[in-house]
Structures are given as C-alpha cells and as structure tokens.
C-alpha cells in the first residue's frame, strides 16, 4: 500500500470519527433533559408513563369535563382575586351602576359590583367562573353515576371512589362559599339559612354559630372566613385530591369496556403520545370555549338586580343553586312544628332530619357501596372490565332509586316556582312531594330491576337462537316459522364477556358437634342479601347451552334453505345478513 492510500485512509477514519462525536452531542433541549435526568431520574418514569394506554370511549371524557372545568376555575379564580375585597366594612357605592349608587353595602359587594361593571373583562370572568362551578359539580356527579353503574368502584379502586365521593361534597362546599361571597340579597339569605341550620344541631349549635360568625348572625367576620375557605382551603384539599385520584388512576390503569381482545389484564386504546395528549388538549380547548360562551351569552348570579343584603328582606322565589336544591326541598316537604324538648335542649326534627341526618347518610351509603357489595358476594378479584348496567339489576335498580330520591327532593325545592309556573296549589305539590319522596325510590327501584332482567332474558336469547331477520316462512305442512339468523362475533363476545353470578349460602348455625358457628348471624345476613341481589337475575349461557344452540342453528338452516317462498320474498337479500366471524365466546 502506498503512502498516499494510508494518507487517504487516516483522514477518513478522523473525519468518520468527527461526524460520530458531532452526531452523538446533544441540543440545547437535550443537555437540558440530560440534566434532569442525572438529578431527578425522570427518563425511566417518563418512558414508562408517556407509553400509558388509555381506551377510548365517550363515557370517559366525563371525568375529564369535570377536570378542565376546575381548570377554568382556577385561572377564572385567580383574575377574580385581583379586584375582589373580602370585607363586611360599610361603604356607600359609588360605582358605575346608576340604580345603586349612593346605597350602603358592604365593601365585598361594592368590589363584586366594581369588578362587573369597572373591570375590562370582569363580568365575562364573573360569569364564566360561576358556570365553571356549575359544570364541574355536574360533571362529578355524571361521572360518578357512570362509575356506580359500570361497577368501576370494584376492587381495587374502592379508595379511589371514597376519593371520588370526597370530591364531589368538596365541590358542593366550594360552591356554596363561593356564591355567599358577593354579600347580595340572595346569598346572604343563603348564609341566614346557613346559620339556621347550626343552630339546629342539639346542645352545640349555638355554641358553633357563635364560633363561625364571631358572635350574633351576621357578625363582621363570616365574609373574610369564607374567603380563605374558598380561595385557600378548599382548593388545597381539591388539588391534593385530584393528584390522587389521577395518580390511583394511572397505578390501576383504565377500566375499559369488554370487547374482543380485551382482557383483565391488558388496555385496549391509544398511548399517552401522541394521541391521548392531542385529544385531551383539544377537548380542554373545548371545555373553555363553550364554559365561555355560556359566560358571554347567559346571565348568571346578577347580584345588581338584588341588592345587598338585608336582613329584614327576602326575595320572593329565592333558589340556591341547584346543587343545593335537594336538603332545601327536603326542609321545604318535612311537616313544621316538629320539635322535641329534652333536659332543657329544643330538638327542632324538621331542620335536623332533612339537614343534618339525610346528606350526611346519602353520602355514607354512596362511599360503602364497593365495600357492601363486595362483602356480600366475597369477590376478592381485581376487575379492570366494566359491567354493563343490565347484568347488575339489583346495584343498577340502588341507583335509579336514589337518583329518583334526589330527583324528588331537587324538584320539591321548588316546589313556589311549579305553583306559580303550573297555577297550582303550593299546598296539594307539597302532600304530592311527601308521598312521592317515599313511594317514587320503591317504584323506581322495582321497575328497573325487572326492566333489567327482561334484557338480560333478550340478551340470552339472541345468543341461543340469533337475531330476528323478519323473515317469515311457510313449511310445506302449512306451518309459520321466522328466520333467525346468528348475530356477529363481537356482539356476542360482548354478551357473554361477563360471570356468572352465585348466590352465598351461609353456614349453619352449629357445626357436627353442635358447637355455635362463629360469626352466624353476619354469614345469615349476607345469605339473604346475597340471594336478595342476585337469585333474580339471568344467568349467560353455559358453553353446552351455546354448542347446543349453535346445532339447533344448523339444523333449522338446512330446514329453511329448501322453501323457496318465504311470505315477504326476501330471504335471500344480502342485506339481512351478517358477519359471523368465528371467534371463541367466553365463559365463566
């Protein structure tokens, strides 16, 4: 070799090398990110967590309305606080609005009114965060119907439904300090009932009304002690919340709904990146545009028109907002004057009951319906796939039962507005909402656990024998029969992608040496609410059920194929048929 080639040689073995090292040396983002990760270990997290699969179906996006719109809340919060003065300090009003000024008023509803009418931009902010507010109570509680429903509050997301339930009470609590801020005639009637039902806790409810107000009702302190709840406490506890509730989320991975291919132990959807992102990113874009034109087009909480408070006044047909509505119809049907003396204390049951007794045991129930439910079938299994509401009559009959209780009560709390509205007697709506609070959950529940069954019975039977064609034909002997066709795969699949329900039989309560069965008594209840749940319900085929059906199919298509005139004339229409893709049907 001559000197000229090892010449050529070395130089580009060194240019080879130089090209590598310039290739491998990272960007300015990429130092930035090699950085992180030598202090803080994000790549190994990051790389695991932006692969996440979420599965993609409209009832998911239900949670996520519920977290954009506390987005909106605190971006809408924050400007809010800027012009916002929360003091019962006596001002007189000066402002830009005609019809109030030179009245006296406290110094929060003089800065509510500055902030409407003074501020560029004040009273869009104003109204987009009260309909943020409204939006992101509403969205929590469809969202939490659709988790009761489905059975996502199984194990092991119990914890995560107990924080779900926490949230939602933290929501109606942020609303209602927040709608008490501005010190109008509306709200301040709203505090007033407020104190009214302290007052009706036995023996401390005075004790706890003086505490709060710093003295006699309205006192000088309860304005400022709201604000801090409101723009401080409460969102703190939410925010710490909500990481939770996405963090158990991300840990337990999505429920998704049971299809082919979909397991208990995998996800079926889109990655984190590009496609989650992009899509959650557009549906928060969204959420804004829409929250904000309800904040430019539709008036809400115009303090103006009330005034400030006084308490010597009260607006004719008065509401809270509506998800307050439900304690205040209870309080509106419960009969008056029922009150009880002991040693000395007034027990006022009419407020206390409504008030302070059914909330409180509304919300109980709701965070031990996983442990209840999982107690009486002693189901210790994790469950990543969804129930369909049907195949769980008597849990799907709860719900509609209290969904109707609520209903009832909300409506009640307007019970002034339907008598003007229908020129009905406020009195007859009254005895109408008494009875009905109490029959209606009953009927409810009755009709919907049978409504359910019917479909599983439907269910069942398009497994065994198919779906209708609408075909009808005759057999040589004279006889009628319609044509049943075999539905598709994936439908079936999903029919029969549930298990098979079994009844808990207790103990009995001795053993062979006729000592005492420890514990009888519970193992006793929960035999009967285990019957009482599931002895009703419509078990899915056995796999001999569906061997059989599916002979009994081929021997009624070899019997069908040879009549050649069907009473419609259609028989053979491409349209009526459809896919019958082999795929195993499950069983449990």
Request: aromatic share 10%; glycine share 8%; net charge neutral.
């Amino acid at each position: 070799m001559s000197t000229d080639s090892r010449l050529d040689t070395s130089k580009v073995a060194t240019s080879n090398r130089t090209d590598a090292a310039t290739a491998s040396k990272p960007g300015p983002g990429g130092s930035l990110a090699t950085w992180a990760d030598d202090r803080l270990g994000l790549a190994t997290a990051m790389k695991k967590n932006l692969r996440k699969v979420f599965p993609d179906h409209w009832s998911f996006m239900l949670g996520e309305i519920a977290l954009w719109s506390f987005v909106v809340l605190l971006l809408t919060g924050v400007f809010l606080t800027l012009w916002f003065n929360p003091s019962m300090g006596h001002v007189t009003y000066e402002g830009s609005y005609d019809q109030l000024r030179g009245v006296g008023m406290s110094e929060s509803m003089a800065s509510t009114l500055h902030i409407s009418f003074d501020v560029r931009g004040g009273l869009l902010m104003r109204q987009m965060h009260h309909w943020a507010a409204m939006i992101f109570i509403a969205s929590m509680m469809v969202h939490l119907l659709r988790v009761a429903f489905t059975g996502a509050y199984r194990k092991p997301r119990e914890l995560n439904w107990v924080i779900g339930c926490i949230l939602l009470l933290l929501g109606t609590l942020e609303g209602f300090t927040g709608y008490s801020l501005p010190d109008d005639l509306l709200s301040g009637t709203g505090v007033r009932a407020a104190d009214g039902f302290l007052k009706a806790t036995p023996v401390a409810g005075t004790y706890m009304s003086f505490l709060l107000f710093g003295g006699e009702f309205p006192g000088e302190a309860i304005i400022p002690r709201l604000y801090i709840v409101h723009v401080l406490l409460i969102p703190g506890i939410l925010l710490a919340l909500i990481a939770a509730h996405m963090l158990l989320l991300v840990y337990h991975k999505h429920t998704q709904w049971p299809g082919p291919g979909r397991t208990e132990q995998n996800v079926v959807g889109y990655p984190m990146l590009p496609v989650y992102a992009a899509k959650a990113g557009g549906f928060f874009f969204m959420v804004f545009g829409v929250i904000a034109i309800m904040g430019g087009l539709l008036s809400i909480n115009p303090v103006w028109k009330f005034g400030p408070y006084d308490p010597t006044k009260v607006t004719a047909g008065s509401q809270p907002d509506w998800y307050m509505g439900w304690p205040d119809g209870l309080l509106r049907i419960i009969p008056t004057g029922w009150e009880t003396v002991i040693f000395g204390y007034t027990i006022s049951w009419n407020v206390l009951i409504p008030i302070l007794l059914v909330p409180p045991l509304m919300l109980t129930v709701l965070i031990l319906l996983p442990f209840l439910e999982g107690w009486i079938t002693g189901d210790k299994r994790d469950h990543h796939l969804l129930q369909r509401p049907r195949n769980a009559p008597t849990r799907t009959a709860v719900m509609v039962a209290l969904m109707t209780f609520y209903g009832l009560a909300w409506a009640a709390g307007g019970n002034d507005i339907i008598a003007i509205k229908l020129h009905a007697s406020i009195n007859q709506i009254t005895y109408f909402m008494r009875v009905a609070i109490f029959l209606g959950p009953l009927l409810a529940f009755w009709i919907t656990r049978r409504w359910c069954i019917s479909l599983q019975r439907h269910d069942n039977e398009k497994l065994l024998h198919g779906y209708e064609t609408g075909i009808i034909t005759r057999s040589p002997e004279g006889q009628y029969a319609e044509r049943h066709l075999p539905i598709n795969s994936k439908a079936a699949y999903t029919l029969t992608a549930r298990d098979r329900d079994e009844v808990f039989t207790s103990v009995g309560d001795t053993d062979a040496a006729g000592v005492a069965a420890p514990n009888s008594r519970s193992e006793r209840l929960r035999a009967r609410l285990s019957r009482w749940m599931y002895s009703h319900n419509v078990q899915k085929p056995t796999a001999a059920e569906l061997e059989e059906a599916h002979h009994h199919a081929e021997h009624e298509a070899e019997l069908t194929a040879s009549l050649d005139h069907p009473v419609d004339g259609h028989q053979f229409d491409d349209h009526r048929l459809r896919d019958t893709d082999d795929v195993p049907l499950r069983d449990h």
